[in-house]
C-alpha cells in the first residue's frame, strides 16, 4: 500500500454544491495531515492542515480525520468555479512529506 | 514580502551539459526540500535539508545534488541531465514549527 492515496478523479461536482475528497493512509505516515490546492501550472498552496481525529473547520473547508479507518477527506461547501483544481492530501514519515497523486476537482455553473 | 524564489521558471537543455536550479527563501525556515512533478506520480521528493551542511536522500535522488551552504540558498544539480529528468520542479521551505511547507513558483525544466 502507498503511504498516502487518493483518487485522481476527475471528481465534476455543479455549482453550490459539497465537493466531497478523500484520501487513505498507511501506518508509515504520522499522524498529521495537509491538504495542498494546486492550479493548473501552479505551485502547490496549502489550504487545511489537522491533527487529531474528527473535523476542523475553516470558512468553506472542512478536513475529516478518522484515525481508526485512515483516511482523511477534505468537503468544500458551496463550490465555486474557482475551486476547480487539483487536491493534494500529504502527510509525514519521519522528515519527509509525503503526497498523493492528487484528486482534480472541476466545479462547473 | 515572505517568498521562495526558483530561477529559472523555464529551462530546455541537452542531454549531459550540467544545471543548477537556484532556490531561495527569505523566511529564516531551517527545513527546505526540492520535488519534482510528473503526471500520474504527483509531487516527489528529491531531497531535503533539516539545516546548514545537513541535506538527505529524498525518494528520487538519483542524478540530483544539492548543497545547503548557508540558509536561504538550496540550490539542486543536475551533473549530467538525461531525458528522463524533464519535469516541473518545486523547491519548498518550511515552517517546522508549523509543519507548513511553502513552495516556489516552479521550474519547467526540458532536457533532449
Known amino acids: 500500500q502507498k503511504e498516502v492515496e487518493q483518487n485522481s478523479g476527475p471528481l465534476s461536482v455543479p455549482e453550490g454544491a459539497i465537493a466531497s475528497l478523500n484520501c487513505t493512509y498507511s501506518d508509515r505516515v504520522s499522524q498529521s495531515f495537509f491538504w495542498y490546492r494546486q492550479y493548473s501550472g501552479k505551485s502547490p498552496e496549502l489550504i487545511m492542515s489537522i491533527y487529531s481525529n474528527g473535523d476542523k473547520e475553516d470558512g468553506r473547508f472542512t478536513a475529516q480525520l478518522n484515525k481508526a479507518s485512515q483516511y482523511v477527506s477534505l468537503l468544500i461547501r458551496d463550490s465555486q468555479p474557482s475551486d476547480s483544481a487539483t487536491y493534494l492530501c500529504a502527510a509525514y514519515n519521519t522528515d519527509k512529506l509525503i503526497f498523493g497523486t492528487g484528486t482534480r476537482l472541476q466545479v462547473f455553473p | 514580502e515572505a517568498q521562495v524564489t526558483q530561477n529559472p521558471r523555464y529551462l530546455i537543455t541537452v542531454t549531459g551539459k550540467k544545471l543548477t536550479v537556484t532556490c531561495s527563501q527569505n523566511m529564516n525556515h531551517e527545513y527546505m526540500s526540492w520535488y519534482r512533478q510528473d503526471p500520474g506520480l504527483g509531487l516527489r521528493q528529491i531531497y531535503y535539508?533539516?539545516?546548514?551542511?545537513?541535506?538527505d536522500k529524498g525518494d528520487v535522488p538519483e542524478g540530483y545534488k544539492v548543497s545547503r551552504k548557508e540558509k536561504r540558498n538550496f540550490p539542486l544539480i543536475l551533473e549530467s541531465p538525461s531525458p528522463n529528468q524533464t519535469s516541473l520542479y518545486f523547491c519548498a521551505s518550511q515552517n517546522r514549527a508549523k509543519n507548513i511547507q511553502y513552495f516556489g513558483a516552479g521550474t519547467r525544466l526540458s532536457v533532449l
Open positions: 535539508s533539516m539545516n546548514v551542511e545537513v541535506t
